[in-house]
């Protein structure tokens, strides 16, 4: 998230000197209606109607509905719009940037989001969790208002099955979804760029699966997985997508101008095991030493790529 190494190859994080980088982490961040037919979603990896029991087709979210979400942190202006508006003021700005991704979605809901950061990782790869009351504050405003809230682990230093353990407890709300953010699985945040393995992807759904069965949770759950580099995710052609209650969403982050932001994306495309793409798009709130889109892409442009993405997210 910082320069251009989210968008570029990893070869280029050593062209900025460590001192400023040291400098600018982590104080740069801290400163401060699911329906039961398809609507045209095409084949985007999500069974069609009849191809779930009664349980899942009636709670598979993506089966009819786009997510919309804003990303960030509550506590920081600088990791994403998320801190830098009140709830009800990223409410209002949510419907009128869904009003924009219906009218060229074909007919499609959308479905707003609040996407926040859980864990963040801290030098030496250590893991700072969101307070859990700060937390309740989003999750019982988008319960009251038809919302989603993806909660994001950075992972860190730790074992991603730990990571993704530690937010379950958030799944008994029945908006509540997961994510984990590749990049910073690394004791060297904004040094190096973390890495996650097939096989540890593979049993993060598997662990998942088996909570949402064993807590008797209805329907499926997203599990949102970015990258933006081939490093983020080793052997990635291994990656499972076949389990029943856990949705994984393959996002393409990282920031810059148009024809890089599609370069991004068409690397991910290639990942055909994993067909549900998301995207994220990055404003550009000046500042200091923080990448972001310019231009952005338009709503008609986001869904213009190939395979169009079902989860989009504004940081």
């Known amino acids: ?3 251009v190494l989210c ?11 460590a001192s400023q980088r040291t400098l600018r982490f982590p104080g740069l961040y801290f400163m401060d209606t699911v329906r039961s037919l398809a609507k045209g979603g095409g084949n985007y990896g999500v069974p069609q109607e009849g191809e779930l029991p009664p349980l899942e087709r009636d709670l598979s979210i993506l089966l009819n509905d786009d ?12 990791m994403g719009i998320l801190g830098r508006y009140s709830i009800e003021e990223l409410d209002t700005r949510l419907t009128r940037l869904a009003a924009e991704y219906r009218a060229v979605n074909g007919g499609r809901g959308v479905r707003k989001a609040f996407y926040i950061i859980f864990g963040t990782v801290w030098p030496q790869g250590e893991i700072g969790i969101i307070n859990e009351e700060l937390l309740m504050k989003y999750i019982n405003y988008a319960l009251t208002h038809d919302m989603l809230v993806f909660i994001d682990h950075q992972i860190g230093r730790y074992n991603p099955v730990d990571a993704i353990k530690r937010m379950f407890p958030f799944l008994r709300y029945p908006n509540v979804h997961l994510a984990l953010d590749p990049e910073w699985r690394t004791i060297k945040p904004m040094k190096e760029i973390g890495t996650v393995t097939a096989a540890e992807l593979n049993q993060v759904q598997r662990v998942m699966e088996e909570y949402i069965e064993a807590n008797q949770i209805p329907g499926e759950r ?3 997985i970015h990258q933006f580099n081939w490093r983020m995710i080793q052997n990635r052609e291994q990656v499972r997508t076949n389990f029943q209650r856990v949705r994984l969403v393959h996002c393409a982050d990282g920031f810059g101008p148009p024809h890089l932001k599609r370069d991004s994306y068409a690397f991910n495309a290639q990942a055909g095991n994993m067909p549900v793409k998301g995207f994220k798009l990055f404003y550009n709130f000046n500042i200091p030493g923080a990448g972001y889109d ?3 892409l338009t709503p008609k442009q986001v869904y213009e790529l190939t395979p169009r993405p079902y989860v989009i997210m504004y940081q």
């Open 1 to 3: 998230m910082y320069g």
């Open 7 to 17: 968008i570029l190859p990893f070869t280029l994080a050593a062209q900025e000197p």
């Open 67 to 78: 997510v919309l979400a804003f990303y960030g942190h509550p506590n920081s202006m600088n």
């Open 222 to 224: 997203m599990l949102v």
């Open 294 to 296: 310019s231009p952005l």
